[in-house]
C-alpha cells in the first residue's frame, strides 16, 4: 500500500520569504497531486504531476517531482500571508489516492 | 457548471444509528470517491465508483458502504455508528483519465454522540 510522508507538518513563514515542503512516498506512483485547504473548508487541486521531473508553476508554487529519489516538492517563493492554509500532497490513482499528514503553513507579516 | 454538491452539511447522530450520506458530481464526471477526515487520521481513502461499479476500497470495516446510481450521483452508508466515526467525510469527482484532479465537495460533517 501506497503511504505518503510529508514534512514539515507545520511551517511558519515571514511575508517575503522561501521555503519548500517535501512528500515522499514508498512504493511506484504514476502521479502525485497537491491540494490546498483553507480552514473549515474543502480541497482545492493545485497540480498534478505525471511524470519524472515534471515541474508546474502557478504563481509563487512551484511543483516538481522526482520518481526515482520518489520525492515530490512544493516551494513556496516570497510567501505571502494568503497562501495560509494546509497543503497536502497525494499519491496513487483517482480511484485509490493516498494523502501525506498535510503541512499546516502560516504565512506571518 | 455546479461543483461536486454533498448533503447533508452538518449531521449529529448518535452511537447505533446508521447514516446515508449523498453526493452529487460535477456534470460529465463518472467517478466519484468518497474519504474520511479526522485530526487524528487525517485523510483517508473510503472506496471509489465509476459507472455504477466498485473500483477499489480503502481499508474501513463492513459497516461503511456506498454505491453509485446510473446519474453517477453516489451515496454512503454507516452502519451501527462508534464514536469514532465523528469525521468529516469528502466526496470528489473526477473524469477519467491519468491527469484528472480530484474535485472536492464541501463535505459532510458527521458528529457521533
Known amino acids: 500500500e501506497l503511504k505518503v510522508e510529508q514534512n514539515p507538518l507545520f511551517l511558519s513563514m515571514q511575508e517575503g520569504k522561501n521555503y519548500t515542503i517535501y512528500c515522499n512516498y514508498s512504493t511506484t506512483s504514476d502521479r502525485l497531486y497537491w491540494y490546498r485547504q483553507d480552514p473549515g473548508k474543502s480541497l482545492e487541486s493545485l497540480f498534478v504531476l505525471l511524470s519524472n521531473g515534471a515541474v508546474k508553476q502557478e504563481g509563487r508554487l512551484m511543483a516538481s517531482l522526482d520518481t526515482k529519489a520518489r520525492l515530490s516538492t512544493l516551494h513556496i517563493t516570497a510567501a505571502v500571508h494568503d497562501l495560509s492554509a494546509t497543503y497536502f500532497c497525494?499519491?496513487?490513482?483517482?480511484?485509490?489516492?493516498?494523502f501525506g499528514a498535510g503541512t499546516r503553513l502560516t504565512v506571518k507579516p | 457548471k455546479a461543483g461536486v454538491t454533498q448533503t447533508p452539511r452538518y449531521l449529529i447522530k448518535t452511537r447505533g444509528q446508521q447514516v446515508t450520506l449523498s453526493c452529487s458530481p460535477i456534470s460529465g464526471h463518472r467517478s466519484v470517491s468518497w474519504y474520511q477526515q479526522t485530526p487524528g487520521q487525517g485523510l483517508q481513502f473510503l472506496f471509489e465508483y465509476f459507472s455504477e461499479t466498485q473500483r477499489n476500497k480503502g481499508n474501513f470495516p463492513g459497516r461503511f458502504s456506498g454505491r453509485q446510481f446510473s446519474n453517477s450521483r453516489s451515496e454512503m452508508n454507516v452502519s451501527t455508528l462508534e464514536l469514532g466515526d465523528s469525521a468529516l467525510y469528502l466526496c470528489a469527482s473526477s473524469r477519467e483519465g491519468a491527469a484528472e484532479k480530484l474535485f472536492f465537495g464541501s463535505g459532510t460533517q458527521l458528529s457521533v454522540l
Open positions: 497525494a499519491g496513487g490513482g483517482n480511484n485509490d489516492m493516498r
